[in-house]
């Protein structure tokens, strides 16, 4: 009783809801419970496949098990339990256990099963949820991908991708000629036999393995329940159902959570606590933070995140995969008859995914930047265009008129033009369309920026604009275009030029607060080398990550970036991605912050750009509102705050 | 590759003074006027020779705009030399060495070397700071001075090694405690100490090292 409290999720505020909303069928199980429930609900549950030596290699240890599809009523399961005891001697323990343990996963909630054959080695199958996250994968040491999937195919509507036939889709109603209408949404998981969509299998399917493998391994801790309760319910309501949806999502990154929590004590105090112990040690968690202890740090408000550690052993998250970058003749699709965009978040969700394709840009970057409303038709935007035309011209003649005699009278303007003109004929004069001497791009760069510093004279001219105007002029093609979709950029970037750089402090603060979030051993380490300033991430930031990547790479990025569509802060999490797929290497080494910084600078060049997209959307997925909550009001992309009580200062701030 | 002591040098100074040309023309003995404008830091490193020694120079080529400072500031740490270089036909980058310098002096430690270096002495028509003003203001402040060219390659090397030379005679003079790396200096695998001092320790003789 005592120890299943450990894994319910009574305070878990999703959790909370989704009971009040529905309070009348849902029901938590506990052991009082759990003989009558299990009778009761042996009746129906069927395992139509099974398949032994199933294994996950998160760690160079594999640990093996069962896995199996249980059919009940008319809703498949899938359950992958490993198996208990044999993996003692890899040093993973109960918690291991039951941190991987796939417990009866409804296919109503399994959005695609991807398929690796390799021609040497084990084949495997990654399992992706609805919501975004994976399963690690699941290797089948004597075979049996085929007979898995096939047996699937006769419960479940099991689409093989049209992009990747190593992907098929489960539940996917959409025919591949119908792609057009994934805009709308529709919701992936639809319940298709209207069975529960919750676990109600039998438990004493589950425990199967369990009983199977009693070898003494399990010092005392055999009869008390290893498995999280979850609740119950009969009837079926949709909205239930995308509540439940909710939960699940949740429950999967709080379970991880308070195991990984429980691992760091593992990892800090001695071996072989027993359950009990544990129990009172993740107690001791939820009183106030211990600051001689490492877990302690990880305190309850951490509780709906996964340990980086842990993350990393487990691979466990993946974001959806990455999509070929969006065509014209897609593109059309998302506009109707007038040229409006007809839903923004369809779109700007497929442009997250996928990018541009060249030639699109320079229709698309005005609409992501909101130069133009996405409700604007085409004849409204090439009227703009012209009003802005000439709008432009008038700033631009202001310091156009300035004579030479009036210039010596103006120092501020003098040393802005030299400090421009120094810097253009310095930004990405290896790129053909700024290459070579006297070339007029680079001079239309120049009159861009010295109008931009009379249109917000305040902020003027600082190093790092020429980054992030050059491929926008390249786009555009158009001076006032790449002007005002550079103004555009600038509401929301500006702040990192400002003369105190408070844009660029907020956003390393957050990135320390989220690396903190997710990172919790990485963040302990920084902040033992007394790197929690992140200066080491300051050009990835001010510039967009300009500078690490490749020309075009860089435009994808961007064009991500401002779908602001998991998060308005995705580059944020995409430094934590990046910092986090290297962190065994920084904290290996030991690296202080010289070498840290030199060891950032040289990844320039050598960030794989999709995986890191990838991390980054699963790991704001992971962070949610959390990550979110740690991210100041204000923090550049986002539009200033009115306050002015932007930046908060922390206590490990150098300066 | 093996050396008896790294060397940390940052090179400071107004943006456009040619900070970056200089660094390249040191580490790759070429010039090359069209580059990327320098956003935050960048790094290069080269093996010289002193006293018959390895020495390799692990040098941090730093962004000028005023606006960077308060991040240019946490790269000082550790610096064993600095290049602070102005542009001879620019007076405004003369005129701010003094910033410069206070900068250094409050966020590097007391001991790093520091070598004045006025660039771009190959547009001498276009000179609007004599040489005999650097030379006044490197003395004022006990800078090492030099005058040079990125574009030529007129006394970089020298500039660079100069200041190497300087470093590794404080070694030898036991002004620096050189197993604690603050100073800037790393002892390699081929670093034992020379006979004449610079051993690690605080008894170091003729030591001077409190910051």
Known sequence: MLDSEIHDLSDDADYAASLQQGSASVMLCNDSTKESSSASELDGAEIVYWKDNVAIHPTQFAISGRLKLIKQGSSLFMTWIPYKGHNADTGLSDKDRNLYTIRAVPFTEIRSIRRHTPALGWQYIIVVLSSGLAHPPLYFYSGGVKEFLATIKQHVLLVRSAEDANVFLVNDFQSTLQRTLSSLELPRAVPLAHGPSNISVDESTLNENEERNDNGVNNGSVSVPQFHRRPRHKAHDPARDLSIQVLEKFSLVTKFARETTSQLFRENQTNGFNTNERRTQIQTNLDPPNSSNVAGKISDENSAVPDSQEFDNLSLVWGKPREPPLDSKEWITFLDSEGRVTDSEAMRKRIFYGGLDHELRNEVWGLLLGYYTYDSTYAEREFLKSVKKSEYENIKNQWLSISPAQAKRFTKFRERKGLIEKDVVRTDRSISFYEGDDNPNVNVLRDILLTYSFYNFDLGYCQGMSDLLSPILFVMDDESEAFWCFVALMERLGPNFNRDQNGMHSQLFALSKLVELLDSSLHNYFKQRDCLNYFFCFRWILIQFKREFEYEKTMILWEVLWTHYPSEHLHLYVCVAVLKRYRNKIMGEEMDFDSLLKFINELSGHIDLDATLRDAEALSICAGEEGAARIPPGTPPSLPVDDGSVYIQHDDEVL | ?211
């Open chain 2, 1 to 211: 590759m093996s050396y008896a002591y790294l060397f940390k040098y940052i090179i400071i100074g107004d943006t456009g003074v040619g900070k970056s040309c200089l660094l390249l023309q040191f580490t790759d003995k070429r010039f090359q006027p069209v580059h990327d404008l320098t956003i935050g830091v960048e790094f290069g490193a080269r093996m010289i020779t002193i006293d018959n020694k390895p020495i390799k120079l692990q040098i941090w080529d730093t962004a000028g705009q005023e606006s960077f400072r308060s991040i240019t500031r946490s790269y000082y740490r550790g610096a064993a030399g600095a290049l602070l270089v102005y542009d001879i036909t620019r007076r405004e980058t003369f005129n701010h060495l003094a910033s410069w310098l206070e900068d250094a002096r409050q966020h590097a430690n007391a001991n790093m070397t520091i070598m004045l270096i006025g660039n771009k002495c190959d547009l001498a028509h276009r000179r609007a700071v004599s040489t005999e003003e650097g030379e006044q203001f490197a003395k004022e402040h006990g800078l090492i001075f030099m005058e040079a060219s990125a574009k030529t390659a007129q006394n970089v090397e020298e500039a660079f090694i100069k200041t190497a030379g300087t470093i590794y005679k404080k070694i030898q003079d036991g002004v620096f405690d050189v197993s604690n790396e603050s100073y800037g200096i790393k002892v390699g695998y081929g670093g034992i100490p020379g006979p004449s001092g610079g051993r690690d320790g605080p008894s170091a003789a003729g030591g001077s090292c409190c910051s």
